[in-house]
Nanobody, 125 residues
Framework: QVQLAESGGGSVLTGGSLRLSCAAS????????MGWFRQAPGKEREGVAM????????YYADSVKGRFTISRDNVKNTLYLQMNTLKPEDTAMYYC??????????????????WGQGTQVTVSS
């Protein structure tokens, strides 16, 4: 059974930074599209960043471009999201996701097959 486990969430002040990690069990990142999504209370889950692990190609939502960086370590089978210059509107539960099919740059929740349980990020002013 595939398991994705996020860590690294927490509470920070506006302008602060956090680094999220996502470790996988029974799933090899290499050759797949991995993504970070977030969901704030009362809102739909939205894509934040994607990475195609084979080429390293990355894709970002406009709201986080220039502030967030997605990366992966194929040897450690771990996905990362470096979040800088955090804003209160970044407050949400953050989820990592894995896509089995080909291609990346998909922003729909349905395009991803496996999900972690989430890690909470809270940014206060």
């Amino acid at each position: 059974q595939v398991q994705l486990a996020e860590s690294g969430g927490g509470s920070v002040l506006t302008g602060g930074s956090l680094r999220l990690s996502c470790a996988a069990s029974r799933f090899t990142y290499s050759g797949h599209c991995m993504g970070w999504f977030r969901q704030a209370p009362g809102k739909e889950r939205e894509g934040v960043a994607m990475i195609y692990t084979t080429t390293g190609a990355t894709y970002y939502a406009d709201s986080v471009k220039g502030r967030f960086t997605i990366s992966r370590d194929n040897v450690k089978n771990t996905l990362y999201l470096q979040m800088n210059t955090l804003k209160p509107e970044d407050t949400a539960m953050y989820y990592c996701a894995a896509r089995v099919g080909s291609g990346c740059n998909f922003w729909q929740r349905a395009a991803f097959d496996y999900w972690g349980q989430g890690t909470q990020v809270t940014v206060s002013s």
